[in-house]
């Protein structure tokens, strides 16, 4: 990031590495963020959850057991025992061994040549306080973009900005929000965040000039297709969530 400005601060369009390349790699793992670094990917996505001992850690599902030998919730697990599953098999045997990273493991590994997008998956253990600790000590810029938070939960975006108001955040829609979504909503939305992430099935051009005027970014999860990522080109969205960031650079420098 350096000195130059961000895209973000310059209107430009957005790659967000979603869980890493992770079309390439096992998500969240450090594999999958080398990959999406390699491929020169704006944001790197992490889903952050905390252990039983109050460690926020990089993985997406609440539970083990589709991905993993273990059973269970991540929450019930302190960090010791979280770091011996082993998430890069069920990718392929070539993954096998990959470890679930903490946040701060890929702060260390990163530091401040990456832009972040972070989603707080779970709002427990003071998972806010502790992840904008993690931001400062990593020294990362809270205010041009180098960092955004992104939840489902207004809640939890609410409290990350009480710890810091410049910080920019992203309201996350469930799909059946971002179909029926009200100017009224979409007011409360704009009092707090910088913009939305929404389903691409739920993008439409209404939807995209609704949310730009009322001053929001557009950013659609989870496009892995060309033919959806020029779609979303198309009706002008600001950004995209992909696992296969390489693919929608190249789409997306050619548009
Ligand atoms: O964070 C945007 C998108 O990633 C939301 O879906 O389930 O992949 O976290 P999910
Ligand atoms: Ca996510």
């Known amino acids: 990031s350096g000195e130059e400005k961000l ?4 209107g430009e369009f957005i790659t967000i590495a979603h869980r890493g390349a992770s079309a390439y790699a096992p998500e969240h793992t450090m594999q999958s963020y080398k990959l999406a670094k390699e ?3 704006d944001y790197l996505e992490i889903d952050v959850q905390m252990t039983k001992d109050g460690v926020p850690i990089a993985y997406h599902d609440h539970k083990l057991d589709d991905k993993t030998d273990w059973k269970g919730e991540i929450e019930q697990y302190r960090l010791d025992e979280i770091k011996q599953i082993d998430i890069g ?9 990959a470890k679930i990273l903490t946040l701060e493991e890929i702060f260390k590994r ?9 989603e ?7 998972v806010e306080k502790t ?13 041009n973009g180098q960092v955004i938070i992104q939840s489902f939960s207004q809640d939890s975006l609410l409290r990350m900005k009480s ?4 910080i920019p955040l992203i309201k996350l829609l469930e799909d059946e929000n971002a179909l029926n979504l009200t100017e009224q909503k979409l007011k409360e939305i ?12 739920a993008v439409t051009k209404d939807f995209v000039d609704l949310a730009h005027n009322n001053n929001l970014l557009v950013h659609a999860y989870t496009v892995n297709q060309l033919k959806v990522m020029n779609e979303m080109l198309e009706l002008g969205v600001d950004g995209m969530f992909t696992n296969k960031p390489d693919v929608l650079l190249e789409l997306s420098l050619s548009f």
């Open 120 to 126: 707080l998956k779970k709002t427990n253990k003071g």
């Open 110 to 118: 990163f530091g401040t040549d990456t832009n972040y997008y972070i």
């Open 7 to 10: 895209k973000i601060e310059k």
């Open 190 to 201: 704009t009092s707090y965040a910088a913009g939305v992430g929404v389903n691409y099935k």
């Open 89 to 97: 098999k069920w990718f392929g045997e070539d993954f096998q061994g």
């Open 131 to 143: 992840v904008y600790d993690l931001l400062l000590k990593y020294d990362l810029n809270l205010s």
């Open 39 to 41: 491929m020169n990917a």
């Open 163 to 166: 710890l810091n108001v410049r």
